[in-house]
């Protein structure tokens, strides 16, 4: 009975304990700030800026268009890479405050939770994305980026450094 007991003990310990590093790591991967590189401060709005990753120099992401009326940013993902890649409906805002990039909150109670649906983007194709930007606190006059992850498609072998988070800057005018 008392190995019993202990072994309940220890497996809900370790229920608990991977419980909170899961949420740890959710929080994180929400909450991080995005690497910069040295021209993110002098960078034009709607050039791309990409992370250091494998994919980096054949996958590209602008803002092709912002609709301050109804408050979209339209975004157009490139892959010129040999393979297919995957990403979903998940971004991230972050606005410049002249040293880094700053996470904008999301509005309301909207907690940044999206239905992800993978959407595959063959070699040497483009897909169109328009983003609802009422999902983030009003944004005043400034420079700002759209974040968002693609990966290598499953049907290719997958290897480390796969991910590849893809930065757009835009411009914010009242």
Not at 16 to 38: F, H, K, N
Not at 136 to 163: A, C, H, N, Q
Request: glycine share 6%; with cysteine; net charge negative.
């Amino acid at each position: 009975m008392k190995k019993i007991l202990f072994v309940l003990l220890i497996i809900s310990l370790l229920c608990g304990y991977l419980t909170a590093c899961s949420q740890a790591i959710v929080t994180s991967l929400d909450t991080e700030e995005a690497p910069t590189s040295d021209t993110s401060a002098t960078a034009k709005p709607n050039e791309p800026i990409h992370i250091q990753q494998s994919l980096e120099s054949t996958v590209s992401m602008l803002v092709t268009e912002i609709d301050r009326s109804q408050n979209q940013a339209t975004l157009t993902i490139s892959n010129n890479s040999e393979y297919k890649i995957i990403t979903g409906e998940h971004f991230i805002v972050e606005a410049f405050d002249g040293i880094h990039w700053r996470k904008v909150p999301w509005y309301g109670t909207f907690e940044g939770i999206f239905i992800d649906i993978g959407y595959s983007i063959e070699p040497g194709e483009s897909m169109i994305f328009i983003k609802d930007l009422r999902l983030v606190e009003p944004l005043e006059t400034g420079l700002y980026r759209i974040r968002k992850s693609v990966f290598r498609s499953i049907d290719t072998p997958i290897s480390e450094g796969d991910l590849l988070l893809t930065v757009a800057e835009f411009y914010w005018d009242e």
